[in-house]
């Protein structure tokens, strides 16, 4: 830290600026300063280290004052070792992957593995990662993009995954005061980059949804297994989702005590995580952290009566309405789902999603947007994108077509 002859004639002035710089190497810090619980009471943080395996190193002290004293020692004499202006972009991938895991609660930990394996595929040992951050201009992370896209075959949706990690990068790095300017506010994705993407052929909507008919095959496949198996509940996991829409880590996340009020209320959902010893599940909130209602239809009655009478049938009392012993996962209702559409005959993978995109789909041709949004739990524009699909039936359609001009 460097002094001007004015601040040094002045003690106040020397205090301030310290003060000052203390801040600002303060404010570098990524994770929490906490402090331990139980018998071991010090205080802790991580700092950047790429020696690491986990790309952080470990500060543990007696008291908050001494972990910050050594982040500020850490900070400058990082400072030392590399000015802000010899950052690389492997440099600063590592401070953004940081500020995300540090900032952002929701992240699930699965999405931290996406990001180490995106980064290890798409920007380590590339000639863009070495350089240095501050020499970039938007051309050059355009022709990154460009050159990406075209060497794996990306579609627009990966390369808009990929362009939000350069993104990230270049945002932390004008946070940090690393570059004077941000480059990534002059990158035109749609011009320039979007061009060179894969383009998949387009799947045709029937196998995206399923009809009436094959709807109903489905149910049937499921009540004569059922009846082969009535202690199997993954089944009944299906004609709920026939009925609701709902996400298969909704479905295994559901209580008794959420169907109340001739609805079913969705708050939870079971998700993966990943763990140092590999991934479990728990249940969390849902996948776009907010709770919904889903109206009972006189159907669906039925179904949750005849499921709550076959857990009493097992003699199974549990707050879970799908567990018969042990609580599934979405993985687990969606074997049972595939199984099911092999046995009616489906064309192409039935998955929970697949019945979810159909629900939406029949729903929007009946309610508003903004309804079919919040029973279905996501945003109108992601509906309209994602979940719109053309369910009228080939008879509907001839029928309409022999009225145009009756």
Not at 228 to 237: F, Q
Request: hydrophobic residues 35%; positive net charge; charged residues 30%.
């Amino acid at each position: 830290m460097q002094l001007s002859a004015d601040v040094i004639l002045d003690p106040n002035g020397v205090l301030n600026e310290a003060m000052k710089a203390r801040e600002r190497y303060l404010g570098m810090l990524t994770h929490p300063i906490t402090q331990g619980k139980g018998t071991d009471t010090r205080w802790s943080t991580r700092v950047p280290d790429k020696t690491k395996k986990d790309g952080r190193r470990l500060i543990r002290k007696a008291t908050r004052e001494e972990v910050e004293n050594a982040v500020i020692l850490f900070f400058m004499e990082q400072e030392q070792k590399v000015s802000s202006s010899n950052m690389t972009i492997e440099d600063c991938w590592q401070l953004w992957y940081d500020f995300k895991a540090s900032h952002n609660r929701s992240l699930k930990t699965t999405s931290l593995k996406m990001f180490r394996s995106d980064r290890k595929r798409f920007l380590d040992g590339t000639t863009f990662s070495k350089r240095k951050i501050s020499s970039l201009s938007e051309f050059d992370i355009e022709d990154y993009l460009v050159e990406q896209a075209e060497r794996y075959h990306m579609t627009q949706k990966r390369v808009c995954q990929l362009a939000g990690y350069v993104k990230g990068i270049f945002f932390v790095a004008y946070r940090n005061h690393i570059i004077d300017s941000n480059p990534w506010d002059r990158v035109s994705l749609r011009e320039v980059v979007y061009p060179a993407c894969y383009k998949p052929k387009c799947q045709p909507d029937e196998e995206r949804i399923l009809s009436d008919i094959q709807m109903h095959r489905v149910k049937k496949a499921v009540e004569a297994h059922l009846a082969l198996e009535p202690s199997y509940l993954p089944d009944y996991a299906i004609l709920i989702a026939q009925y609701t829409g709902m996400r298969a880590g909704e479905l295994a996340a559901l209580e008794w005590t959420d169907i109340r009020d001739g609805c079913i209320h969705v708050t939870k959902s079971v998700r993966r995580v990943i763990t140092s010893d590999g991934q479990t599940t728990e249940i969390g909130d849902t996948k776009n952290h907010k709770d919904r209602a889903i109206p009972i239809g006189q159907k669906l009655s039925v179904i949750l009566d005849q499921l709550k009478a076959a857990q009493a049938d097992m003699g199974i009392d549990s707050p879970y309405i799908l567990d018969n012993g042990k609580l599934p996962t979405p993985n687990t209702l969606g074997k049972a789902a595939k199984r099911r559409g092999i046995e009616a005959g489906i064309d192409g993978p039935l998955t929970i999603h697949r019945i979810r995109r159909t629900v939406a789909s029949r729903l929007n041709a009946i309610y508003d947007r903004a309804t079919v949004s919040h029973i279905m739990g996501h945003t109108e524009e992601v509906d309209a994108r994602h979940y719109d699909y053309d369910t009228a039936q080939l008879a509907d359609k001839q029928q309409t077509m022999d009225k145009l001009y009756a």
